[in-house]
């Protein structure tokens, strides 16, 4: 009997998650609170047809986090079935949802495109969704939502919600605030200001980027998940307190030490891939004309070598860069030598 | 007459500046405290003879900073001509060099590869270098330390020594410092430090990376910059604190305006190039099959649209991506039509 899934807000990731169940056979039904995005979902073949469905298999809320309670308490008092959410904080939507149907569950993935435009069936293919069941959730339910979200091509990590918040502060919460801070800073306009932004190279950008993104969603986030983004805070405060000291007192071995274990973790931090035959990274100096990236893109092609990851860095303000590329340890050497015999000089390093 | 440079230290910097000299038609001479590199630097064609001519019109210290002054002084001392220097710190090397022949230097390019392997003469094309003359520098000297840098293909802006390094503590030593300590905070490795990992995504990968970095340059640029950079953390401690503060009061519209204030300023950040065109930016979602970079790259080439950034970006640990890249907004229209003809769905934006 084909399952049936009702979504509540169909934009980017409700968009999304109706795809992927369509794709594993099921049935989706959808709403949002803008009805025209409903419409626009059934026109475009997202969802089976408009409406919530009080005996779907699966109900899942794709609303904002401010949203997310009342929406879930609602759908479980109108329904008889499992119900999750997408939020992406959960202690305090699972402290206030505490029916046992219900199973709070974040999936790590689709913060680049907005609204339903950007949703996919593959969204969460091979994504990291996080469930966070409690003590009092049932376990036919949760076993439900995990098979639906697996069915959605994710990979599933169970954390007890107050975990899960204290883990995305810690790499995404905070990273993104003190990203926005260092914009901030960088943003006074003093006599100099001109001057800065020119000297404002690779390094400076990578780190400000995720400030770029949509600041309309942080106060509810921040509100949702304030001990945890607090807490964490102190602790960036404290270690930066900690390396001044130590920059202070001229502490070169201290610094020194430090730098290296960043070094080590950082080099140490999955890629967003599995990394089961080894990886390589590959530096390829570049003069920055059209078709030089094509020409490395086809050589990868041809000798069918996947790109894990690729990014194109600049030398301060100058047309050359780097073509930084990751690829699978088996096919590299094959790869480096044509990129040898085409001219390019790449530095190769193992990824452990 | 051919003019006459010599370069002390021939490695990575040193390198490319007497290729780059040498591109420009000059003669160039050359030094290491590594023999052997100062003869690889002779056998692989980077210098025309090893040595440094005393009549030489431009000598360049190439060496890391710590030892910059004393191989300056000695320079300035057995020759006659302008001594530079390509030190990423510059209040104490222009404190203790302090001859009207000294022209204090800092080009912002070449972080990406070490050694001489990676010297380019393009390395300066386009890129920035910051020159910092005092009130007793020579202005014969200052002219034909800029003439050669222009020579060499950098763009020059002139600072106070001091200012250049309040400038670069912000732009690059205190994110450095910064992205270490995110980095040394998520290497706890508490119960769920792997939990940690497997949530790590792309925003927290954009802004730790640079701590992947030679840890061993640190120490000296640290002790020499030690006044700005603790100034620097200063800084952010406080606005660390400031968005500490709102986030524990729930006030949401001081969070949002700064946010907005970061995003605006983030989307303003000049890119690595000159935008007298105009950029796009294009998000084009991807599934991480081999051959799809080459696609949309091929397609560029093809089409002359000249990419100036590029990214791949992956949604959490997923192996879909969404490709980034800023072209010019004259042959962003094609692209598009090509990109779409092809299957992809660009989104795209365009950059002020």
């Not at 091509?153 to 919600?161: F, K, N, Q, S």
């Not at 960088?186 to 950008?205: C, I, K, M, P, Q």
């Not at 920055?288 to 790109?307: H, K, M, R, Y």
Request: net charge negative; aromatic share 4%.
């Amino acid at each position: 009997m084909t399952k049936v899934a009702s979504v509540v807000g169909t934009g980017l990731i409700g968009g999304s998650v109706a795809l992927a169940l369509r794709r594993a056979g099921w049935t989706v039904t959808g709403t949002d609170v803008d009805p025209a995005v409903a419409d626009q979902a059934l026109e475009s073949g997202v969802i089976d047809r408009i409406g919530i469905e009080s005996d779907a298999d699966l109900t899942i809320i794709a609303a904002p986090v401010g949203q997310i309670p009342e929406l879930a308490l609602t759908a479980l008092e109108s329904g008889s079935g499992p119900v999750t959410d997408v939020g992406s904080t959960k202690a305090d939507i699972c402290a206030l949802v505490t029916s046992p149907r219900f199973v709070g569950g974040h999936p790590m993935a689709g913060s680049e495109l907005d609204g339903l435009i950007g949703a996919r069936a593959e969204m969460f293919d091979g994504a990291m969704w996080v469930l966070t069941p409690t003590t009092d959730t049932d376990e036919q339910a949760f076993a439900i939502v995990r098979a639906a979200v697996r069915a959605m091509g994710a990979e599933t990590i169970a954390l007890e919600p107050r975990v899960h918040d204290e883990l995305v502060a810690q790499v995404s919460h905070v990273p993104h605030l003190t990203a926005a801070m260092l914009m901030v800073l960088a943003d006074d306009t003093s006599v100099e200001h001109a001057a800065l932004l020119r000297l404002a190279a690779g390094g400076f950008r990578d780190m400000t980027r995720i400030s770029a993104g949509r600041p309309s969603i942080w106060p509810d986030i921040c509100e949702a998940n304030k001990t945890a983004i607090t807490t964490g805070i102190d602790r960036l405060i404290e270690a930066l307190a900690d390396v001044r000291e130590r920059v202070a007192t001229g502490d070169r071995a201290g610094l020194l030490e430090m730098l290296e274990q960043a070094q080590a973790a950082r080099i140490n931090l999955p890629t967003g891939f599995g990394r089961a035959d080894g990886l390589i990274e590959l530096k390829i100096p570049i003069p920055d004309q059209p078709g030089e990236i094509a020409v490395i893109a086809t050589l990868a092609s041809e000798l069918d070598v996947n790109i894990f990851d690729l990014e194109l860095t600049h030398s301060g303000e100058g047309r050359r860069g780097v073509m930084v590329m990751v690829v699978d340890a088996e096919m590299a050497e094959r790869f480096v030598g044509g990129l040898m015999a085409r001219g390019y000089r790449p530095r190769s390093r193992v990824l452990d």
